[in-house]
């Protein structure tokens, strides 16, 4: 089996703490130790013990020392000589980032850098849980590992008190073991709050009560979804695990259908009529929810008019409605692997705002004059009345470009080639090319998958992409511009990347034979494209993509005008997509504000609705993954029992995450399964050393691997090397 490093056991047989009986030395030492454990105390006898001193000299030396730390205030003794430290903690607040049973980091609100989160042990973390917001106590000075440690002292705010997960029934109690990785503790449910749930059947529980004193908490069932397996059953577990909604109250669809369908002549008088040009929706062959359209024509002094028309979402859901505190709620639709969780009810998603073919329907255009080499001339934005013509899918749109011929190939085709010159300037600028690797599943009418499909983005797809972010832009600048940024407004940001990230993401690549050369923010964006030129289409494609984006800043919402670093762009915002992102629809009410001469209004509450946004975003993100990663584990549990190749994308001290080159899944070989060796974990160089053979396992490796396990409950894969050994 595997084990961590044996440097501390090594240093051990050296024998003392390897200070050489340096008085300096000790002292410092003495001082770390207490302010490592604030508000303990110990006896000289006690502390020797646990500095592990062996040295004569240096036991000799812990009476004088103690005495002088006491007589410089840095230390108190108790009337048992018993010794404690005098700093002042620090209190901070943060977020709880539970990552095992045995420890949390809290993430300071305040703070960025990961190297200032705060270690806190299980024992002192009052029972807190992942995603809590917390108040902290800090122990002054740093533990051994360089980290600074510390004490919940209060719990502020409760992230969850519901969690999904399978009901085990004994005859006296039960308890329900949580599927949330995160949530490392079960919990214990009286037979009187069972709500006649079954042995092993998923439920929702509802904590309500946890005494400090207690190891688990109590909790009630507070829904049951069904047996453990289903598809339907596991799909309702990751909705009910991440807090989204099953369904519309029933006040929100009775207002939905109480909008009147027809368009008044008043409403039209008011916006510039496009419903004689020829207009066209593409999206997925699936979608039914249109927000966007573009229209095309040649103007008479030979260059194009292309306008980006986008639904007027926010003529239909007005402020202080239940419409509009819904949408605010739930602030994205959400994709998972089977289904959609709009953000508004079907009848505005998928029908008065789903730009659908010919129908007149109101929208939020930008409408551009062009050159034929794709340079911007000149720029109108307001409210306007289309009528498309035509609903593509991406295939039948890249089909018609591609045999040039059908409805519009000859629009297509040219838009298609203005939106080249717009992507190869925006490169240019500094933009970076993610082009990550998308997989979908193809689904059986039960929900079980049949086969997996990866996405290719073709022509049409970064042409669509392209004039939605030149909308986005001009949008964004043209707030900006107004008044030097001082208008509030709800940019989409993307900050520079911390280039200590960059170059632990450049030796991950140079484990897979590519060289990065990262000097400074501008050779980032170069560096990075060719390395994406040179993956394409090779097995460590996807992993390298996926750890390039997690090196990079995250992006965000805020009424703070920052740059957008990824797409090069000075002023960025997200106007294009109000049937499905809350954003949009502030930036539509701002928009026409400013267009309507209103003054600038209060930024916190836009700020506040900003970060909001962020966080559904990213509990969107996750749940979607989730999805997708229960899909993995089923595909995987019935695929086909065979040896497959793989790719080493993740090495820990607990085991080696293998992404399967074929499926794109990812699983894991646990340390312990490892058995032609001990393996000792080096955590600097992210590698498992063989403690006899020497060999080593490390990223980018190419292994072949067997699944020997999947666990639909926890969304795992296990697997084993082939011959027990990386090759």
Known sequence: MGRKSGKNNRDRKKGGSGRGGNPFQLKNTVLNFFESHFGEEFSERQLSKLLKLRDANEKSALPEILVELVSA??????????????????????EVDYVNARFAFIIPRSLSKADDDILVKEKDLKNALDGDIVRVMVFPGRAKNGRREGKVMEILTRCRDEFVGRVEISPRFAFVVPDFKKMHRDIFVKKSDLLEAQHNQKVVVKLTDWSENEKNPTGKIVRILGTAGEHEVEIHSIMAEFGLPFEYPEEIEAEAERIPEAIGKDEIAHRRDFRSIATFTVDPADAKDFDDAISYRQLENGNFEVGVHIADVTHYVRPNTLLEREAYHRATSVYLVDRTIPMLPERLSNGLCSLRPNEDKLTFSCVFEMTPDAAVLNYWIGRTIIHSDRRFAYEEAQENIDQQSGDFYQELSELNEMAKKLRAERFKKGAINFETVEVKFKLDEKGKPLGLIIKERKDIHKMIEEFMLLANRTVAEFVFDRNKGKDTFVY??????????????????????????????????????????????????????????????????????????????????????????????????????????????????????????SEREKRAADAERASIKYKQVEYMQLAEDKDYEGIVTGVTEWGVYVEITETKCEGMVRLQDITDDYYDFDERNMRLVGSKNKRIITLGDKVSVRVVKTDIDRRTIDLEFVDDAAK
């Open 492 to 613: 989409r940001i993307h900050d520079y990347p911390d280039l200590e990230k960059l170059t632990t993401f450049a030796g991950f690549a140079r484990k897979f034979g590519h060289e990065l050369t990262i000097t400074d923010e501008r050779t980032v964006s170069k560096t990075l494209n060719k390395l994406m030129d040179d993956i394409v289409g090779k097995p460590e494609q996807n992993v390298l993509e996926q750890l390039a984006i997690r090196s990079m800043a995250k992006a965000k919402y805020t009424t703070d005008p920052k740059i957008h670093f990824g797409l090069a762009f000075k002023h960025y915002t997200h106007f294009t997509s109000p049937i499905r992102r809350y954003p949009d629809m502030m930036v539509h009410r701002l928009l026409q504000h400013y267009l309507d001469g209103g003054k600038n209004p209060e930024n916190q509450p836009w700020e506040e609705k900003c970060t909001h946004s």
């Open 73 to 94: 205030g840095k230390l108190s003794k108790n009337s048992r000589n018993e010794f404690s430290t005098t700093s002042d903690p620090e209190f901070i607040e943060g």
